[in-house]
Nanobody, 127 residues
Framework: EVQLQASGGGLVQAGGSLRPSCAASGFAFDDYVIGWFRQAPGLKREVVSSINYNDGNTYYADSLEDQFTISRDKGKKLVYLQMDSLQPEDTAIYYC????????????????????WGQGTLVTVSS
């Protein structure tokens, strides 16, 4: 069974950092783009960032590029989302998602482009 597992969320004070990770089971990340999305209570799901696992090309939502960093560890077969300077408005469930995709400068970033989703990890930022 193809699954994604997001973990590493939690409760943090404003100004703090977290680094959730995304792991795959039933498939390998090679030839995939992995995306991080978030959904805050009462709001639509939005993209945070995505990365081409093969060539490392990345995409960031304009408003989040200075705050979040996506990376992959091929040895551990994980994709990370480093989140710094967290604020209460960053409170959300963070999901990782995957889509099979070749290399190239364009990196998928729309939720409808991704066909495999994890269950999400909750990030809560207290003021």
């Amino acid at each position: 069974e193809v699954q994604l597992q997001a973990s590493g969320g939690g409760l943090v004070q404003a100004g703090g950092s977290l680094r959730p990770s995304c792991a795959a089971s039933g498939f390998a990340f090679d030839d995939y783009v992995i995306g991080w999305f978030r959904q805050a209570p009462g709001l639509k799901r939005e993209v945070v960032s995505s990365i081409n696992y093969n060539d490392g090309n990345t995409y960031y939502a304009d408003s989040l590029e200075d705050q979040f960093t996506i990376s992959r560890d091929k040895g551990k077969k994980l994709v990370y989302l480093q989140m710094d300077s967290l604020q209460p408005e960053d409170t959300a469930i963070y999901y990782c998602a995957a889509v099979r995709y070749g290399s190239g400068p364009y990196v998928p970033r729309e939720d409808w482009q991704f066909h495999t989703w994890g269950q999400g990890t909750l990030v809560t930022v207290s003021s």
